[in-house]
């Protein structure tokens, strides 16, 4: 093994040896403790795409003809509201179930 290999072992053995089998990670939809949540007036969306690219969990989906938030994990933060030019995204408290 050269020396080189031998760097790369250690670094991999520092940095990845503690990292989690995917079939080990329990994950947990954020939208399960949002207290209000964005709707979206289509009539005002110009589709400048500024909601799809600062939502920080990746909940607005780039469709063919439209940006639609998915709630699964949407924690509603409302940064899609506030960088909205158009004012065309509301947040609005989450109804009870
Ligand atoms: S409220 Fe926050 S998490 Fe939900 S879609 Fe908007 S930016 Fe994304
Ligand atoms: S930021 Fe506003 S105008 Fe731009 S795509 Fe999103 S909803 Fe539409």
Redesign the pocket.
């Known amino acids: 093994m050269s020396s080189s290999d031998e760097t790369g072992v250690r670094l991999r053995l520092r940095f990845e040896g503690n990292w989690v089998e995917s079939d080990k990670i329990i994950t947990i939809p954020t939208g399960s403790w949002r207290f209000q949540r964005?709707v979206t007036r289509l009539d005002k969306c110009c589709q400048c795409g500024q909601?799809y690219i600062?939502?920080?969990?990746g909940?607005?989906l780039e469709k063919e003809d439209r940006f639609a938030?998915d709630l699964k994990n949407?924690?509603?933060?409302?940064?899609?509201a506030r960088v909205c030019p158009n004012a065309a995204i509301s947040m609005i408290e989450e109804p009870d179930e």
Do not use: N, Q, V
């Open positions: 964005p909601c600062f939502c920080p969990t909940s607005i938030i949407c924690k509603g933060c409302g940064i899609c």
